[in-house]
């Protein structure tokens, strides 16, 4: 059932771009924020993981008792298609790419954190970092916790890089992000090294001090040492989003394997 919800999610996200204007986690922050200040560090992360989780099973609880499957694969298409993103990938890394629309273009920089001068390995590893945040975590969350987990890891995201809690409460999010990515990043660089280089991952992997601390900037490791040092801004984009879908099917492929062994429902 998980694996439907993800691969029918998917399909429409890639179909339907414009889902991103659905994406708005104003609901759910207003109670961290309310509480941002008026207590412990934690607080806001606290309160938003509990309000992540009580929803998220509620809207599960609800779902299985009234349609059964039926209702938990509609919810868990609805629950992926909406926390994927927040933006589309593929349609940034396009529009990044192309020089012939230069506003959009710099939009779609801004959101990959890259500029019209990055290096072609920057831009591999902007769009590794993308999937990470776009994809990897909310696949890897949902089918480990469902619902619950892709709400959570989505929201949590949002929170942490936006602009409405202290500096303080910030650093605590980005604490408990570390903790959510530290499985997904572990998943992603095992099957990049499975289906590239995996002695030349295994070294990049090995020579950083905090290697198993797994941090997100492992992947701009990963892409140093798998792109061309010359390519493009263009090319280091492409690469990166091939690095991705690969390591996407991967994935699937896996998830699959434990469906069929009764292991995932």
Known sequence: ???????????????????????????????????????????????????????????????????????????????????????????????????????????????LLLTPVSSGPEAAAASLHAALARWFGIVFWFVVLGVPGALLYRSLREAHHGDRFEAVERAWMGRVLGWMNWPVVALMTGAIALMTDYDRVKAAF???????QLPAALLDDLARTLCDPTDDLASGLADGRRLAWRALGIWFAVLSLLLLAGLLS
């Not at 059964?68 to 940034?92: C, K, N």
Request: a neutral charge; charged letters at 20%; proline letters at 6%.
């Open 206 to 212: 090995d020579a950083r001090e905090d290697r198993w």
């Open 1 to 111: 059932m998980k694996i439907l919800s993800l691969l029918i999610a998917f399909a429409i996200s890639h179909h339907w771009p414009t889902a991103s204007r659905l994406r708005r986690f104003e609901w759910l922050l207003a109670g961290p924020v309310a509480a941002s200040g008026r207590g412990p560090h934690w607080l806001p992360v606290a309160l938003l993981a509990a309000l992540a989780l009580v929803i998220g099973g509620l809207a599960t609880a609800i779902a299985g008792g009234l349609a059964g499957l039926f209702g938990l694969l509609l919810l868990g298409i609805a629950s992926v298609l909406y926390t994927l993103g927040p933006e589309h990938l593929d349609r940034d890394i396009r529009m990044a790419s192309n020089p012939g629309e230069p506003d959009k273009q710099q939009v779609a920089l801004e959101r």
